[in-house]
């Protein structure tokens, strides 16, 4: 039987997820936790990134236009996107502890993680997923997927937005030297 590279990515994610939310259960317990009605404008930008990333439903119109060709280099790009964007999401969180929440929240005895990823990028774990979120755009190929990457690069900025409010009010000047000197997704660049 052949590989299919697109099998293998979902199943890469879902277990990456799995594992995600069974991790979840080493975090520290939130002592400050943002409002639902913050999450819900955060998921109204990231599920349907994630939907059009992984469904070919809206594959229609302009959408469809395909602006990379299938071939086996995409193949290997995709994989090799996907293995990178999770193995800098799963260093980061190994750095970040229980101060991980898939929520934005203030963790009892919260502290200011600036070492390994977090030395890179302010949002290494959002980096990560978005990196791999590029694998499935190559291997899929057309402009449907570039809005997709839009909308969850969007999601993670209303999400680390709250997150550096968080932080700020909690650490004060030491977040914001820190904000100034490490950029927030792409080393150097923003």
Do not use: C
């Amino acid at each position: 039987m052949p590989f299919d590279v697109r099998e293998w990515i979902a199943i890469t994610w879902f277990i990456f997820f799995t594992i995600w939310i069974i991790w979840g259960v080493t975090a520290k317990r939130a002592v400050r936790r943002q409002s639902m009605g913050s999450r819900l404008s955060q998921a109204a930008l990231l599920l349907p990134a994630f939907w059009m990333l992984f469904n070919p439903a809206f594959r229609f119109g302009p959408l469809a236009f395909r602006i990379l060709p299938h071939s086996i280099v995409t193949e290997i790009l995709a994989i090799a996107f996907t293995l990178m964007g999770f193995a800098i999401a799963i260093w980061a969180r190994l750095y970040l502890g229980g101060n991980w929440s898939a929520s934005v929240t203030v963790k009892e005895h919260h502290q200011l993680i600036q070492t390994g990823p977090y030395a890179l990028v302010r949002h290494p774990i959002y980096s990560g997923v978005s990196l791999a979120g590029v694998g499935l755009a190559v291997l899929n190929g057309d402009l449907r997927s570039v809005a997709g990457l839009v909308l969850m690069v969007l999601g993670w900025r209303a999400k680390f937005r709250l997150e550096e409010t968080f932080m700020t009010e909690q650490f004060g000047n030491q977040y914001l030297e820190y904000k100034r000197h490490v950029k927030a997704l792409i080393p150097f660049v923003w």
